[in-house]
């Protein structure tokens, strides 16, 4: 019996081992991080989120510009099943900074085949980096339930 039990915490070690390594991988070797919150929006509660941003940069602006060569930074606004803008132009080998919140609910940003994955909640910057090496196109994507017309809400990034 005691040969049995010796072997399960064996076991369970080693898989505890495991997770760790890939754990440290990820996070060392293939630079996977958490997306943080940068910033946040503030309105009163007798104002429209929408209204409020249009008026706070770099949300006034939506939109790409380009902030030193090479480098990009898009801010965007997610509102009910839409991104503002829905299509963001980028050169190839451009490192793009997405600067993005959320006007009304809780949407998601995902860009497939990157790590630009974020939660847009209303009032809260998030931000997240990524450079664009090959030329395609890059479907943007809501992954949080959104409303009836969840489905529609879409956006892509362009590489040239």
Same mark, same amino acid.
């Given at each position: 019996?005691?040969?049995?039990? +010796? ?10 081992v495991?997770?760790?390594a890939?754990l440290?991988? %990820?996070t060392?070797? $293939?630079?996977i ?6 910033g946040? #929006? ?7 989120? $929408? +209204?409020? $941003?249009?008026?706070?940069p ?6 790409l ?6 480098k ?6 997610g ?20 600067r ?7 949407? !998601? ?7 630009v ?5 209303? !009032?809260?910057? %998030?931000?997240?980096?990524? +450079?664009?090496?090959?030329? !395609? ?11 009836? $017309?969840?489905?529609?809400? %879409?956006?892509? #990034? #362009? #590489?040239?």
């Amino acid at each position: 019996m005691e040969t049995y039990e +010796k072997g399960f915490l064996a076991a369970s070690g080693a898989v505890l081992v495991v997770f760790l390594a890939a754990l440290t991988y %990820s996070t060392l070797g $293939l630079g996977i991080v958490l997306p943080t919150q940068s910033g946040r #929006v503030y309105c009163r509660s007798n104002q429209k989120l $929408l +209204k409020v $941003l249009r008026q706070t940069p770099p949300f006034d602006a939506p939109g790409l510009k380009q902030i030193a060569p090479g480098k990009y930074e898009a801010v965007i606004i997610g509102r009910t099943w839409a991104f503002m803008p829905d299509e963001i132009d980028v050169p190839a080998g451009a490192e793009v900074t997405f600067r993005a919140t959320s006007a009304d609910v809780v949407h !998601g940003f995902f860009i497939p085949n990157t790590r630009v994955n974020m939660m847009l909640i209303p !009032g809260e910057i %998030s931000v997240a980096t990524y +450079k664009f090496t090959r030329p !395609g196109e890059y479907l943007i994507l809501c992954h949080e339930y959104c409303g009836i $017309l969840h489905h529609t809400m %879409s956006g892509k #990034v #362009v #590489v040239k």
